[in-house]
């Protein structure tokens, strides 16, 4: 399972690469794997400020429709318009293309609440 070194992660299997005050935000590699083929994402918070643990977000899979949760707050400036059409490159590429929202983080203290790789690898073998 890849789980990259450089990002942050959260309890409800987003990770998050931090880059000055930018967050960029997705779904980890095992959750893409626990939901199977993804057919649809319905993100509509695009410059809405969103807060810590909001859902801002659904991905649709075949078999189930799952939230998406906001694991820092912020205003959401960019949405990944490729995933309209290519709603699949989460499933072959989630740290790479197939990332969902950037936000401009609102208050830099909440990445400490973040979980670093190593937590979030003993997390999802407990």
Not at 59 to 70: P, R
Not at 86 to 99: A, I, R, S, T
Not at 117 to 124: A, F, G, L, T, W
Request: glycine share 6%; no cysteine; proline share 4%.
């Amino acid at each position: 399972m890849n789980i990259p070194e450089e990002l942050k992660y959260t309890e409800e299997h987003e990770w998050v690469k931090i880059e000055d005050n930018i967050a960029t935000i997705g779904i980890t590699d095992f959750a893409q794997g626990e939901l199977g083929d993804i057919v649809y994402l319905e993100i509509d918070s695009l410059d809405s400020e969103i807060a810590l643990n909001e859902v801002f977000g659904t991905v649709e899979a075949v078999k189930t429709v799952s939230d998406l949760f906001m694991p820092v707050g912020g205003k959401v400036i960019e949405m990944n318009s490729t995933l309209e059409d290519k709603p699949e490159l989460v499933n072959e590429d989630p740290y790479g293309e197939g990332w969902i929202i950037k936000i401009d983080i609102s208050d830099l203290s909440e990445i400490d609440n973040l979980l670093s790789p190593e937590e979030y690898k003993n997390m999802i073998a407990s």
